[in-house]
């Protein structure tokens, strides 16, 4: 009796782990960001990531610079997707391509226009503005929307994301603001919390069942000091910042890279949970604090991976590190139950050695990685 009830307890014990498991694992969406290859060589890229199983691909949405949206001239009728000032041609052909082979798009909406803001990493001097063109997005990617009355609908997009990394500088500014002779006070964490805000409820205003908008969408580390020459505040205190300004999303986004290629997916960042950055090997520091200050709020990670050496010999791991960092990563983020999204950045390296990255699964000159055999493999 005693040995029947032993094998009853471990079975009970493998099914739970077995069930957790499956938990654990539910609904986690593997994809790459990669915009230059998804714009500049789409067929080629696309093809890779049929061949990868690519589930969900990553873009900027670009609402001001170069490639805006609205580049040209303010729109008449902003929240009207078919106003003539919007030129949408680049997202409709990707975004109908990435419909045929049933790959999920993620859009994020990025850079103030000239007429609504200083400048592109600043926040519009109207919230509404940025309101009203993440409406008019939303409600031309909502799955019925048709560009001319003979066209079929254009393909439908569910993931949206409030900008990107507004905790460096580089992305959005002021991060700081002087309080007194010496001393100064965060400031982009309530100036993001107001642009998230604007985003969340343009797109929500669409009505549509299964929308989703992350915020945050942070960088790994930050200095927290107004006086450093490029100030930037850390994953934890913006996250805080952001609550106290009444911050909504219903996802929480992050990337949270490796500081030092000394540190595989599992290290945490030297000086444990008080560090000043969220790599994966913390990453539940972030996700703690999230269910803290907001419940069971699910987190993306957004942008992750490794850079390799050659061509990178200071930031870079050698090819075979970066295929087993691939496998891993991908299992940490599977086995937590509040990730359902991992982008790897890139499919193919940046040619820019110090400026851009080297962490595609593909060089400069077109070899292939160990890197790009793992991703294949890893459970889609």
């Avoid at 911050?247 to 560090?275: L, M, W």
């Amino acid at each position: 009796m005693r040995s029947r009830a032993a094998v009853a307890a471990v079975l009970a014990a493998l099914g739970l782990l077995v069930a957790a498991s499956a938990q654990a694992s539910r609904g986690l969406i593997v994809g790459i960001f990669d915009e230059p290859q998804t714009f500049g060589n789409p067929d080629w890229a696309f093809t890779q990531y049929h061949s990868l199983g690519v589930k969900a691909i990553r873009v900027n949405l670009y609402w001001g610079g170069t490639s805006g949206v609205a580049r040209r001239r303010r729109p008449a009728n902003a929240v009207n997707p078919a106003d003539p000032a919007y030129d949408w041609s680049l997202y409709d052909s990707m975004i109908k391509r990435a419909a045929e082979g049933r790959i999920k798009v993620v859009l994020s909406i990025l850079w103030t226009l000239r007429w609504v803001g200083p400048r592109l990493n600043r926040a519009p001097t109207r919230m509404i503005d940025l309101r009203n063109f993440a409406y008019a997005a939303a409600k031309r990617y909502s799955g019925s929307f048709r560009p001319a009355p003979d066209q079929l609908p254009l393909p439908a997009v569910r993931y949206w994301l409030a900008w990107n990394e507004p905790n460096n500088p580089i992305f959005l500014q002021p991060q700081f603001v002087r309080a007194g002779k010496h001393s100064f006070r965060p400031r982009s964490p309530q100036i993001y919390a107001q642009m998230c805000n604007s985003i969340w409820n343009g797109v929500h205003l669409t009505g549509l069942a299964g929308e989703k908008v992350g915020c945050g969408v942070t960088a790994p580390r930050g200095n927290n000091s107004g006086l450093q020459p490029r100030s930037s505040i850390s994953p934890i205190y913006f996250l805080r910042g952001m609550k106290r300004a009444g911050a909504h999303f219903d996802a929480y986004a992050h990337h949270p890279y490796a500081g030092h290629p000394n540190e595989t997916p599992r290290t945490p960042p030297p000086g444990g949970i008080r560090v000043r950055a969220v790599t994966l090997g913390n990453i539940n520091v972030l996700i703690n604090e999230l269910t803290r200050l907001y419940g069971p709020k699910r987190l993306w990670i957004t942008e992750y991976g490794y850079q390799t050496n050659p061509p990178d010999r200071l930031f870079g791991v050698s090819f075979a590190k970066q295929a087993r960092y691939v496998s891993l990563s991908y299992a940490i983020a599977r086995a937590n139950p509040r990730i359902d999204m991992m982008m790897w950045f890139l499919l193919k390296d940046d040619p820019r050695i110090g400026a851009g990255w080297q962490s595609g699964f593909y060089t400069v000159s077109m070899r292939q990685k160990p890197a790009w055999r793992a991703f294949q493999r890893l459970r889609k």
